[in-house]
């Protein structure tokens, strides 16, 4: 939840698109529909700004939010709110990937940070292949909103598309995430105490620990 900005991080990525569909939904207009998801966007920074809230995801927010709707009001077509976010799941999904090929997945430069691991759990095989295995995860999030989301675009389907959009935005993402915590958390023999194991499969003890006899 932390990683989303808890409930109201939540609410921020998801209300102003909800807002933006249903009301294209409700009056057809690019233009409203436009406003009203910028203007409940930019609402949330303000409300973050008096409260002396970090700004940094909210504004976020609001950029993402007023590109994608300078996009649609462009293009005179509602699915175009929802165009720049394939290229975001498209640069995010090659670049998970390119970091399981060369071993370094981006899921254990986060989790690792996090659990304090720094980059220990590198030297470590069994830790390196569960933090490939929840980056892997995050891949096929990517992937399946472009598989998903992709033939509704094409076959012009504002509701679909926005309500898909919707469901494997935040929540699919903040899921996939705790999953991935959990496949990757150590076990009671790894760490920054236990053996690491080197690509010629032997073993040797991890910093602080005594050799075994």
């Known amino acids: 939840m932390a990683s989303v900005g808890g ?6 990525a998801i209300v102003p698109a909800l807002v933006f569909l249903v009301t294209f939904v409700v009056t057809t207009d690019i233009w409203t529909s436009a406003i009203w998801a910028v203007g409940l ?7 973050r700004l008096i409260q002396r809230q970090p700004l940094t995801q909210a504004l976020a927010g609001v950029i993402g939010v007023a590109v994608s709707a300078a996009v649609a009001l462009l293009q005179g077509d509602a699915r175009g709110y929802y165009v720049i976010g394939f290229y975001v799941s498209a640069a995010y999904g090659l670049a998970f990937a390119v970091s399981m090929a060369f071993k370094w997945p981006i899921m254990g ?9 720094g980059l220990t759990w590198q030297k470590d095989l069994v830790r390196r292949k569960k933090y490939q295995i929840a980056t892997f995860l995050m891949v096929l999030v990517f992937a399946s909103r472009l598989i998903v989301q992709l033939p509704m675009y094409w076959a012009d389907d504002v509701v679909a598309l926005g309500t898909a959009r919707l469901v494997m935005g935040v929540p699919l993402y903040a899921l996939v995430l705790w999953f991935g915590w959990l496949v990757s958390r150590p076990t009671a023999d790894s760490g920054p ?9 032997e073993s040797e003890p991890g910093p602080g620990v005594e050799p075994r006899v």
Not at 110 to 117: A, L, V
């Open 193 to 201: 105490y236990s053996y690491t194991h080197r690509d010629d499969g």
């Open 109 to 117: 430069l986060i989790y690792g940070w996090i659990r304090g691991e």
């Open 41 to 47: 966007a930019a609402l949330a920074s303000v409300l």
């Open 7 to 12: 409930l109201r991080g939540i609410a921020e």
